[in-house]
């Protein structure tokens, strides 16, 4: 198991290598000057000139990708020049919230997409079935903003139960209490979409297994039923949902954008939103690489419980 | 196409889908025709007027905009930027997808990567880059979605292509001289096409949230234009003030994504039947009876006795007879060979015992099965696990699909016995490793921990045997147990079994479509043929002189050493289908001897000890006794 660790660790330096080319080259097609973005339309092109200098962004492009991909190494990621601070500084301030709330989300997701389609395909064509499949087509057709909006109409302003926005109240809180408060209505909003792919692959998945022959063999120990669904059934289908879970993991970390600006989540993704609208290319750069890598290691630990989920996998 | 059609609206959800969807781009389509108010003229006067207001159907929204005008515009814009970027997408993604596949070695290698490394990204987040870098804009939203899709489609289209590039008919085209080029567009693509539509069909929806949600976010159209996205966007400043300035794009949305996803599923089901979601029927716990009453207990000494028991297939309209009333019986002890062909209703005669035919389709539909006098047929779910695997126990024919792939054997033979026993998971380890040994796994401590494919075929067979025999069980049913073994193994299978046998006591139901395997363990035999037994009776004495023509042909298929003198002969025909069964003898079609009276009215099965249904017999019953 070790070893295949370390092999998987060690296939992800490509792939980790291949983002940053990706980001790079794209941020290498924006028009115009970054240095008349920084400066704005009233430098002098003595100024420009030299910011250009200063940035490296005289030299050919490749030049400016090593550089760059050498102070990454490093841990610098550029100075954010709207906030004016390091940009891993401004990142690892915002991860936290980020992991909060996507973490939360992920893990909702999870688990009642999969208790979901479980059920359903117990219960195949029966009452619960049908209500969840219902549930489903709905939950993966809402947009998670448009979700998040309507649930604070209704949670927040009518009925006055949970905040409206924001990770801990403004006056006192700042406990776990308030924070599960504040975190309750993003995290579900955010997961919805995702459960709904979940519990849908996790039907399928379950009805592929049900046919199978060990099924009928653990019937015929007298194995009981609910033991055959849930520990039988639901092992076997695990191998094939879980590298969907790894997809709806990168699915609610980047999906985060949406509901952390429709809740002022102080999180990456309203950073990332904030970033773009002011054209602060080293901050954009830094997050999309920071968190695409947060994904590219997450796939790591979905692969390794994979391998450890199915001993068939030569590891 | 129309096949297509019908199959897509015998799906009543994808039928409502396609009927929502219709209006909605009907609606969008016929927009600029309608007696509408300007979208982009502002009155300050009128904001946020509630729906329903003098002149404002919908009402109007922070500008005083009109906003059923609003939604209509912002709707065909949402709908035209979401099917485009889905076609740019669908283009050139099997373009990369096609070329790489149908090119074959270094070009499909190098071109994976890169999409694999696209992949790589959160798509979200991959699109927010290219729209960082292009600056927002409802066209570089457009650009961005389209992008970041490129590789779902390039990657399923390059599969099919592959599967494809090496057909025959490909080979075939390109041994006529065709160019490349003329093979990928008449051969490849419209071999293709499905697929890009099935993929297009199901990303669609997405690729409208996802522009949407831009656009939400202010990197989508620009004010005044606006789409849906950005409608919503605005509106989310007032939505506690005028909550209804939100709701009426985010319900569109909602509706469009939703019809697009149902139509878009029934597309699906209806192009590739193989990958509909839920037609797969899930067997239940246990067989569906459904049975008027139980036939009357006539008594007798055996242990396990099967008495006119019917199982049916239900297959839509037509009804599959898989079991037409079959009587057997077992004593303790004693070992019962049912032989038939594949199909003849052997496997489905045994798994009725313990309720465990598929259900669906399978249902009980008559007769009893009797174990020490109690009808099992109709028993309580909680009276027949009572009993599975504890008195009646089976080993099935293919060990390797039969044992869980993910659990080790000692877990599993452990679990056998705590269903049944209270003991610490210590102890059943114990007695399983006990197991291991009895059925003559060597080194039984060494392979306890071991997953099933990390045995041989046979290690795991006695792996299944041990599992039987988990908690002495007095009825043993074994459903082919060596058809899946090489002849050496089969040898020491049987032994093992008849060991068993002798000195635990048990009675065994085997069945088999070898009568070698029945002369080397049963004590009688039982022939079936389309769900019915056609002759019975003590091995030796049928194997001498079978009396039903069917036997008779079927042991003349038995290859026997060192005597070569006999013709290995195969029985011509087939045998018949269990939901179309003639009247009178099932054989009959195939049988030399049949006469006109054979091919009606029920034939009883006569007899005693040795029973046969045939009206000419091969020998007289009286004389083979």
Known sequence: MGGYILKRLLSAIPVLFGITVIVFLIMALIPGDPATAILGSYATPENVERLNRHLGLDRPLWQQYFVWIGNLLQGDFGRSFALNRPVLDEILDRFGATLILAGTAFLLCALLGIVAGTVSAARQYGLADKAITAAVILGISVPSFFLGMMMILLFAVKLRWLPVSGMYSMFGGGDLPDLIRHLTMPAIALSIVATGVVARLSRAAMLEVLRQDFIRTARAKGVHERRVIWSHALRAAMVSILPVLGLQAGFVLSGAVYIEIVFQWPGIGRMLVDAILRRDILLVQGGVVFVAACYVGFNIVVDVLQAWLDPRIKT | ?625
């Open chain 2, 1 to 625: 196409m129309s096949l297509f059609l019908r199959l897509l609206f015998r799906n009543r959800l994808a039928a409502f889908g396609a009927v929502v969807l219709a209006i909605i781009v009907v609606l969008a389509l016929i927009t600029p025709l309608l007696p509408l108010h300007p979208p982009n003229v502002t009155n300050t006067a009128n904001r946020f007027l509630r729906p329903l207001s003098e002149g404002h159907l919908l009402g109007t929204d922070h500008l005083g905009r009109d906003l059923l005008s609003r939604l209509l515009h912002g709707t065909r814009l949402s709908l035209a930027v979401g099917f485009a970027a889905a076609l740019i997408a669908a283009v050139i993604g099997a373009t990369i997808g096609i070329v790489a596949g149908y090119a074959g070695g270094r070009t499909d290698n190098v071109t994976m990567r890169g999409v694999d490394m696209l992949m790589a990204f959160p798509y979200i987040l991959l699109a927010l880059a290219i729209v960082a870098a292009l600056g927002p804009g409802l066209m570089n939203a457009l650009i961005a979605v389209a992008v970041v899709n490129i590789p779902f489609f390039a990657r399923n289209i390059r599969g099919v292509t592959v599967s494809i590039a090496h057909k025959e008919f490909v080979d075939a085209a390109r041994l006529s001289g065709l160019g490349h080029g003329r093979i990928i567009l008449t051969e490849v693509l419209p071999n293709v096409v499905p697929v890009i539509v099935i993929a297009m069909s199901t990303t669609v929806g997405w690729m409208i949230l996802e522009t949407a949600g831009l656009s939400f976010l202010g990197l989508g159209s620009q004010p005044p234009q606006a789409d849906l996205g950005s409608m919503l966007g605005e509106a989310r400043g007032a939505l506690i003030t005028a909550p209804h300035t939100s709701i009426v794009p985010g319900v569109m949305i909602l509706l469009i994504v939703m019809s697009i996803n149902l139509l878009g599923d029934g597309v699906r089901d209806a192009l590739d039947p193989r990958l509909r979601s839920g037609a797969l029927a899930r067997p239940m716990a246990a067989t569906l009876v459904d049975r008027k009453a139980p036939p009357p207990d006539k008594g007798g000494e055996g242990l396990l006795r099967i008495d006119d028991l019917r199982t049916d297939f239900r297959l839509g309209r037509r009804t599959a007879r898989a079991v037409g009333g079959v009587t057997l019986s077992i004593r303790p002890g004693e070992c019962l060979g049912l032989i038939g062909e594949s199909g003849s209703g052997k496997s489905v005669t045994a798994l009725s015992v313990m309720g465990l035919v598929a259900s669906p389709p399978g249902v009980i539909t008559g007769g009893a099965v009797r174990l020490d006098g109690e009808d099992l047929v109709g028993a309580p779910y909680r009276r027949l696990r009572a009993l599975r695997g504890n008195r009646v126990a089976y080993i099935f024919q293919d060990p390797l699909s039969t044992l869980h792939p993910l659990y080790r054997i000692g877990d599993q033979l452990a679990e056998a016995i705590r269903v049944h026993h209270p003991v610490s998971r210590a102890e059943a380890w114990a007695r399983a490793e006990k197991l291991l040994a009895d059925v003559q796994i060597p080194n039984p401590k060494g392979r306890i921990g071991s997953y099933p494919h990390e045995l041989s075929g046979g290690m795991r067979q006695r792996v299944g045997i041990a599992m039987a025999l988990a908690n002495d069980p007095d009825v043993l049913i074994a459903d082919e147990p060596t058809t899946a073994l090489d002849v050496t193994v089969q040898a020491q299978i049987l032994k093992l079994l008849d060991d068993l046998r002798r000195d635990r006591g048990l009675a065994i139901l085997f069945i088999t479509h070898d009568f070698g395997v029945v002369a080397q363990l049963c004590d009688r035999v039982a022939v079936m043929y389309a769900g019915r037994i056609v002759e019975e009776g003590p091995t030796q004495a049928v194997l001498d002189a079978p009396a039903h023509p069917y036997t008779a042909r079927l042991i003349a298929c038995v290859p026997e050493l060192g005597t070569g003198r006999r013709r290995l002969e195969a029985i011509p025909g087939l045998p018949p289908a269990v939901d179309d069964l003639p009247p009178g003898c099932a054989f009959a079609p195939r049988c030399a001897k049949a006469q006109a009276n054979c091919r009606q009215g029920e034939i009883p099965l006569a007899g005693g000890a040795r029973r046969v249904r045939c009206l000419y017999p091969e020998v007289t019953l009286e004389a083979a006794q």
